[in-house]
Structures are given as C-alpha cells and as structure tokens.
C-alpha cells in the first residue's frame, strides 16, 4: 500500500510490482487525487484516506511517502495497527520522533525500513567487502559530496523549503543524510562530532498552490520529484513570494571518534549535477571511489597505481554478486537498488535475516547527524554528534 502521490512514491509501486508483490491501492491528498492514481497506476481504488488503509487487514505493508513532518505519526498508526513499514527518509524531523518510531516499532515487532538504498549498489557491497577483509588499512581520509540542481531555478518551489512541512533541514537531511549513511556503513565508522556551514542562495521562492497536503489524509498533492519540484507558476501569483527557511548548500567537516577526518560538500543549486552521490576512502593501504552516477565501477588506487573495478556477477564479493544481476556492461542502477532494498525489507517483514537492510535504527542515527549538524552551524564550534543522556 503507497501512501503519497508524487515521484518517490511511483518509485516504490514499481518496485514492489518489481519483487511479485501486489500494489492495493494508494492513498493521496484527497479521495479524487486517490481515485486518479489509481486509475493512473492500475490498482484498485478501494481507500479514500489512511484511515481505510489502516482498518484493511489485507494490507500487510504501508509505504509512506508523504510530507517529512506527516512521517512519524503515520509511521506510527500503522505500526500500531499491525502493519509493517517501509518509509521515506528522514522517519522524522525530531530526534525524539525518530526514538519513538524506533521504541514502536520495537515494541509491536513490526518492521520498520528506511530507503537508503545507495547501500544495493552492487559494487557499494564489493567496496565494503573489502573494507571488512582489511583491504584498504587504516582510513586516512573519508571525503566526497552530494550535488544536485532541481532547486537551481529560482521559479521552482516544493514543500521541502517550509521547515514546518519538511524539517528543520532540506538539502542535508534529504541528501547528505544518504551520503553520511552510505559512507558509515561501508567504511564501518561512526562520525562523532561535527563542524558545519549551512546557505540559503536563494532567499525566496514562489508561494504555489500546489504544495498544500491534508493532514487527515496525510500526503502531499504536489509532485515529489526528484526530489520533484513543482513550477512556480502552478497557482501562483507572478509576484507572490515566500521566504526559504531551509538550506539550499551545506558544507560540513566530520570527525570519527579516533580521530579520522572526513569532508561533505551538499548541494541542491549545482548546474548539471543531477543526483552526484560521490565519495572517496582512503586508508592507508589503498583508496575507493564510487560515483552514484556511474555506478558499473568503481576507482581503487594503492601505491602501485590505479584500477577500475567493474561490476561482475561472476566476481567478487558474495553481496556483490547477489545484488550484480545482470551481465556486466548491462547497466543497472537506481531502480534495481530500490527492488533489492524492497525486497530485503519484505524478507525481513517475513522473518528472514538480511545483510545490510537500513531500519529504525538507522534513521534514528539519521535524525542524529541532522540535529548535530543544524546545531553546529548555530554555534559554529565541533559538535557532538550524539550527546549522553542528562543524569536522572
């Protein structure tokens, strides 16, 4: 069952027709938003809001792909309800929303996953691998970025630039919290402090008509692109303007708790960058590079030189060939890692151990990194990532 009516949320219907499983229905912002996708995407029109999907004991699964701040509390009633959970990234725009998605999901034993499907890039897996065989040696540096330019029009509005909509934080919760993700996982470090410099380039965008979401229903009625911006000619009027309270660039240095250093440029305003996923490890016996956009190799340099590694379903690692399924020189990408992420995420519902399948504890640590971040561009000083409790 999709919960929300934009782009990411016919990403999620197609893998789950991807994997054999069945798409019920959709919920979207209004019962006649609802009844066009579903006609729109060849399901069943049987709920007219969240609250029908979640008395339906035939729904097993709620993907929830609405608005950032509808997440926890969706997230939540489904759980409750008995359902399973595979939703959008952050689970929340607080950490204390995050620990409570976390603790319900532990508590009702269903499943919560969380999309940070960079991890099913088969030669994400292989980098790893080596990693964890102590190919690479002690890291030295850990640096890369995030840029992309769908917000690079200053005609070009979305619910994201409203913090009570989409969070405190846009560009690095929506894409520098994948970049932090991904590298954590594969480099197998956790970044205790941060320093950080968020910007807003553009100061004010169109007030569209098209941004508005019910919270009853719980999704959003504009397109949610890519991460879908709506024209600011959509219902506006051509001098009706609204200030930006979310970041538009980021720029933050990181700092594992042994020292190691790392770097993240984020950037929703790049021209020509569509979705640059980009890192770079380097230990001190060798170094990786992946490239989202250019994901059939990857860079692996030592003292002797440098090499490409191509993705091969009949070479290397075990997780790399699991997830390489197609010959090499076929191209695979964004969506394969989006249908193998969903289904480790329907195993797992299933009871079934997976490698590397990101859940609530993820985008608790997610929700982590956002705070920290939002809080060292405040005091412009290192900041812990994740402070002790206060003593009772």
């Known amino acids: 069952m999709i919960v929300g009516a934009g782009f990411i949320g016919s990403v999620h219907a197609a893998a789950v027709r991807g994997v054999g499983a069945t798409v019920r229905g959709v919920v979207g912002s209004t019962p006649s938003r609802s009844a066009a996708l579903a006609e729109e995407w060849n399901v069943p029109a049987r709920y007219p809001d969240l609250a029908a999907v979640l008395a339906d004991d035939a729904v097993d699964v709620v993907h929830i792909c609405t608005p950032n701040a509808l997440h926890a509390d969706q997230a939540v009633a489904a759980m409750r309800a008995g359902k399973h959970v595979i939703c959008e990234k952050p689970i929340a725009t607080s950490i204390a929303d995050a620990e409570r998605l976390a603790a319900v999901s532990a508590e009702t034993g269903r499943t919560l996953a969380v999309p940070y499907v960079y991890r099913y890039h088969p030669l994400v897996r292989e980098i790893r691998a080596r990693r964890m065989s102590g190919d690479f040696g002690a890291w030295q540096l850990l640096h890369g970025s995030y840029l992309q330019d769908w917000m690079l029009d200053t005609g ?69 692109g890519p991460n879908g911006p709506e024209s600011g000619t959509n219902g506006a009027a051509p001098d009706g303007l609204r200030p930006v309270s979310t970041e538009d660039v980021a720029a933050v240095l990181l700092r594992t708790a042994d020292g190691v250093l790392g770097s993240l440029t984020v950037s929703q305003v790049s021209a020509g960058r569509k979705n640059r996923l980009w890192f770079e490890l380097d230990g001190a016996d060798g170094s990786a590079v992946f490239d989202q956009e250019n994901p059939e190799s990857v860079w692996l340099g030592d003292a002797e030189g440098a090499r490409l590694l191509v993705r091969d379903p009949g070479r290397g690692s075990a997780e790399q060939r699991r997830l390489a399924t197609l010959p090499p020189g076929h191209t695979q990408g964004y969506g394969d890692c989006f249908r193998a992420f969903v289904d480790d995420a329907y195993s797992a519902m299933a009871g079934h151990q997976v490698e590397g399948l990101p859940t609530a504890a993820d985008g608790v640590r997610s929700a982590h990194l956002v705070d920290a971040v939002l809080r060292a561009d405040d005091s412009l000083a290192w900041t812990v990532v994740e402070r002790a409790p206060a003593r009772m």
Do not use: K, Q
């Open 156 to 224: 070009t509005t979305n619910w994201r630039v409203d913090a009570a909509r989409g969070g405190p934080s846009r560009a690095f919760a929506d894409i520098g919290s994948h970049w932090c993700d991904l590298v954590e996982w594969v480099a197998g470090v956790r970044f205790h402090e941060v320093t950080a410099r968020l910007g807003v380039t553009i100061p004010a965008r169109p007030a569209g008509s098209g941004d508005t979401f019910s919270p009853n229903s719980g999704t959003s009625s504009e397109p949610n």
